[in-house]
T-cell receptor, first 115, second 112 residues
Framework: KAGVTQTPRYLIKTRGQQVTLSCSPI?????VSWYQQTPGQGLQFLFE???????NKGNFPGRFSGRQFSNSRSEMNVSTLELGDSALYLC??????????????FGEGSRLTVL | KQEVTQIPAALSVPEGENLVLNCSFT??????LQWFRQDPGKGLTSLLL?????REQTSGRLNASLDKSSGRSTLYIAASQPGDSATYLC???????????FGKGITLSVRP
């Protein structure tokens, strides 16, 4: 069974640009969540999608957005990039249980550098 | 607001030692707790998932326990090996805000 696939793995952008990251979950998983990891703040929850609907959202500005397609693949977009957006962006997939999330499986991440 | 704390931030032990990594959380109304391992520059690898109704889970040399009433979980690693060197993170899924909250992690170094 293939794992969670994130693309691209590395990218460099300049301030003011926008970026789109992609995540393909494990087959059969309908929940996809996104996280930002930085040395200072650690891992922070961005948002979660389930069956094409955003279920939860973290405390990030509106420049961060996402969506999920009918095949459960998800994308996240960051507009008007700032230097502080440089981070490892991680995607995780899981089965969505009635009592919250099941076991989370992470991709290798997309390393974004903003110059 | 759920807060997850992992202390110490770093730990260095000689090979073969049994060790315990701690995780504490402030809101005991959790659905589950999960332990992860992260190697430098990599994603997270799931180690163990403990549902709120469970007290412990075991996988190979790893054993994780959960005490919701005291807001604590421990990850026990038996007979540590240099290959265990990594950052270990715990995360709790809280029903109150319906999201996963991570600790900052413990960076473990096992010396040969």
């Amino acid at each position: 069974k293939a794992g969670v696939t994130q693309t691209p793995r590395y990218l460099i952008k300049t301030r003011g640009q926008q970026v789109t990251l992609s995540c393909s979950p494990i087959s059969g998983h309908r929940s996809v969540s996104w996280y930002q990891q930085t040395p200072g703040q650690g891992l922070q929850f961005l948002f979660e999608y389930f069956s094409e609907t955003q279920r939860n959202k973290g405390n990030f500005p509106g420049r961060f957005s996402g969506r999920q397609f009918s095949n459960s693949r998800s994308e996240m977009n960051v507009s008007t990039l700032e230097l502080g957006d440089s981070a490892l962006y991680l995607c995780a997939s899981s089965e969505r249980l009635r009592t919250g999330t099941g076991e989370l499986f992470f991709g290798e991440g997309s390393r974004l550098t903003v110059l | 607001k759920q807060e997850v704390t992992q202390i110490p931030a770093a730990l260095s032990v000689p090979e073969g030692e049994n060790l315990v990594l701690n995780c504490s959380f402030t809101d005991s109304a959790i659905y589950n707790l999960q332990w992860f391992r992260q190697d430098p520059g990599k994603g997270l690898t799931s180690l163990l998932l403990i549902q709120s109704s469970q007290r412990e889970q075991t996988s190979g040399r790893l054993n994780a326990s959960l005490d919701k009433s005291s807001g604590r979980s421990t990850l026990y690693i038996a007979a540590s090996q240099p290959g265990d060197s990594a950052t270990y993170l715990c995360a709790v899924w809280s029903g109150a805000n319906s999201k996963l909250t991570f600790g900052k992690g413990i960076t473990l170094s096992v010396r040969p």
